[in-house]
């Protein structure tokens, strides 16, 4: 959300929270030798702006691009088929992209080669944002160029490409409301206090999400788009060796999985690359396990195992865990809600031809 995404849900009815542990761990210790560039990017404090919502429709390029969900489509299903790990990262990128100053594909803008200006993604909370998701966009906003040129924001290309993900990894099929225009800045310090961060409380994350008009529910079936993906070792090491400055490990984790990451993860000194995934369980599908991995204490991020330990949200993880359809349902409407933030409307707002520079 991250998000970030930052669950996991399986298509179809009820899904038990047992968990059959012999069937884990085989297939756990394989993903650690998959160094995937995909993580989790955090910080603490919520912006103090409410941010600002503006209506967004379903056919505003019915008559200058009405083939634009198809353009996107043929790249995305593609970089799935090819490069798996596509998904979360575009998704992560929506994430981030949404939260720091809204949905403006501000975090799309790169480095400028002297370095004289700091963007969002020169922020140590994005430096991990893997580029098979900001690769994912240029190939998809070079071929929609070719078909419409100068109508279509890379803002937009980034909301139904992560809409595409999300299926194409097995979750809901949502409608992307579009209109949204790119923005002409992108500024390196709105990043820290917009963006969540592993060591996040519930107090923290409830702040920063009420500060986008995003409500409990949303918190928890947007966390969800930790069904898929990976964090790196630094993300969660401290849980598994000081948590909480105890010096000793964080006791509301599975001591099997404890056990696990501690092969991988040394307190000192381990391999940058080596990632984990969010949810040991289903790693590759998009679906509601995440949240029994919760109820099992085998959530990989304090924050994703605050969720089930914080009476207030704990009720939200049992219900969705239980029922697919409602996780589906809940995230669809939490990525509708997310998408609408702070987006970028007539002259405060560009249609880039290139989604990592600015027009000028």
């Known amino acids: 959300m991250f998000v970030s995404c930052a669950v996991a849900s399986s298509p179809g009815g009820h899904v038990s929270t047992r968990f059959r542990v012999p069937h884990l761990f085989p297939f756990f210790f394989f993903f650690f030798f998959v160094s995937f560039f995909v993580g989790v990017a955090h910080s603490s404090n919520a912006t103090r702006k409410a941010p600002v919502h503006h209506q967004l429709s379903l056919d505003f390029y019915s008559k200058t691009c009405p083939q634009l969900d198809q353009l996107v489509s043929s790249v995305t299903s593609r970089r799935f088929q090819q490069i798996p790990v596509s998904a979360p990262a575009t998704i992560r990128l929506f994430f981030h992209d949404c939260f720091v100053e809204g949905c403006d594909a501000s975090v799309l803008i790169a480095p400028s080669s002297g370095g004289k200006v700091v963007v969002e993604r020169d922020v140590e909370d994005n430096k991990n944002l ?106 969660f090491v401290s849980r598994l060796y000081n948590f909480k400055g105890t010096k000793q490990p964080d006791p509301f984790m599975d001591p099997r999985l404890l056990k696990a990451l501690k092969m991988y993860c040394p307190p000192f000194g381990g391999n940058t690359d080596v990632v984990a995934p969010f949810d040991v369980q289903t790693p590759f599908s998009f679906d509601h396990m995440y949240y029994g991995n919760l109820e099992a204490k085998m959530g990989l991020l304090a924050t994703d195992q605050a969720l089930f330990l914080d009476p207030r949200t704990r009720p939200l993880v049992q219900e969705l865990g239980r029922d697919k359809a409602k996780f589906f349902q809940a995230f669809s409407m939490g990525m509708e809600k997310m998408g609408s933030i702070r987006v970028k409307k007539g002259k405060k707002g560009e249609i880039r031809k290139d989604c990592s520079k600015h027009l000028s």
Do not use: W
Request: overall charge positive; hydrophobic content about 40%; proline content about 6%.
């Open 130 to 235: 893997a580029p098979e998701g900001f690769e994912t966009i240029d190939m998809v906003k070079a071929l929609v160029e070719s078909k419409c040129p100068g109508v279509v924001s890379c803002a937009d290309i980034l909301a139904i490409a992560a809409r595409d993900f999300v299926h194409l990894a097995g979750g809901p099929y949502y409608p992307v409301m579009k209109g949204r225009k790119d923005s002409k800045v992108s500024l390196a310090f709105k990043v820290r206090p917009n963006l969540p961060r592993a060591n996040s409380t519930m107090d923290e994350l409830l702040r920063l999400f009420a500060s986008k008009r995003l409500a409990r529910e949303d918190l928890v079936a947007l966390s969800g788009a930790h069904t898929i993906g990976y964090a790196h070792c630094d993300q």
